[in-house]
């Protein structure tokens, strides 16, 4: 599926509700954590998604592999300040939210890496150099396997061609 637009991202999405959740657990919280604690992990779940839209908007495959890294430095940055409130003597009653944070910053660290995973691997360079001939190109590539895949299917499942195929397919 193509996003047209980084609101429509998965990861952005996840990445929006960590932030707001650990926005509600500091200001339900203030007075219980130091200004300095509760500023640094509200902007760095904030990061997150905000690394995100950055990269998406930028243009290029490079650029936003870049971002995302980013952003998945910004989650785990957001899971060490979990950790170090998890530790603290007085928040006790927080361990189950602060647990299920710590859950939701690992879960959109897990989706950016697949994320970049699934890019590096990508043939095309970003938006910026995504041109009629290199979309058209990408088109045709895509129709040729589903062509593939469908004449494979049509071949009995005994057939020498078929068997070959079948094994590079799985190799992919």
């Not at 980084?6 to 707001?20: D, G, I, K, N, Y």
């Not at 200004?35 to 904030?46: F, K, Y």
């Not at 189950?96 to 691997?121: G, P, T, V």
């Not at 299917?153 to 992919?172: C, D, I, V």
Request: net charge positive.
């Amino acid at each position: 599926m193509t996003y047209q637009r980084f609101e429509e991202l998965p990861a952005w999405q996840e990445a929006v509700r960590l932030a707001e959740r650990v926005y509600d657990l500091t200001e339900r919280n203030a007075k219980r954590m130091s200004h300095s604690l509760r500023d640094q992990l509200e902007r760095a779940a904030l990061s997150v998604s905000n690394n995100i839209a950055e990269g998406f908007e930028r243009g290029t495959t490079n650029e936003l592999l870049a971002f995302i890294y980013i952003a998945r430095g910004s989650a785990g940055e957001t899971r060490s300040m979990l950790i170090f409130l998890e530790r603290r003597a007085g928040l006790g009653d927080l361990k189950s939210e602060i647990s299920d944070l710590k859950s939701a910053a690992e879960s959109c660290s897990r989706q950016l890496r697949a994320w970049a995973n699934s890019l590096q691997n990508s043939e095309i360079k970003g938006q910026r150099h995504l041109t009629d001939r290199i979309r058209s190109n990408a088109e045709h590539k895509r129709q040729a396997e589903v062509f593939q895949k469908e004449l494979i299917g049509r071949l009995p499942a005994n057939h020498p061609l078929r068997l070959k195929l079948g094994e590079n397919e799985s190799r992919r």
